[in-house]
Nanobody, 122 residues
Framework: QVQLVESGGGSVQAGDSLRLSCAVS??????MGWIRQPPGKEREVVAG????????YYADALKGRFTISRDIVKNLVYLQMNSLKPEDTAVYYC?????????????????WGQGTQVTVSS
């Protein structure tokens, strides 16, 4: 059974950092990604990477603040978020796909975790 389980969300102040983790089990995927959905807005892909690490994608507005990485041995995917802003408030989802090129649209991902809430206050 495929499972993606996120952790690490919470409530922080603007300027703080958070690291989200995603535990992957059940199968190996070719691409992993982080997707967020702010309140009242559409889902957007924050970052994606091929499991071997050769391809990494970031939403343009987040480059330099967010970093996606993975631990192949532990089957974990991370999203390091620095200099958080109130507009980063969202539910953050870990997602996985069979394609070797990480999708740039949320709907293209095949598997999703349950999401973790990140709230940034000013």
């Amino acid at each position: 059974q495929v499972q993606l389980v996120e952790s690490g969300g919470g409530s922080v102040q603007a300027g703080d950092s958070l690291r989200l983790s995603c535990a992957v089990s059940g199968r190996t995927f070719s691409s992993m990604g982080w997707i967020r959905q702010p309140p009242g807005k559409e889902r957007e892909v924050v970052a994606g990477m091929s499991w071997i690490g050769a391809l990494i994608y970031y939403a343009d507005a987040l480059k330099g603040r967010f970093t996606i990485s993975r631990d192949i041995v532990k089957n974990l995917v991370y999203l390091q978020m620095n200099s958080l802003k109130p507009e980063d408030t969202a539910v953050y989802y870990c997602a996985a796909d069979k394609d070797t090129v990480p999708p740039r649209t949320a709907d293209a991902y095949d598997y999703w975790g349950q999401g973790t809430q990140v709230t940034v206050s000013s």
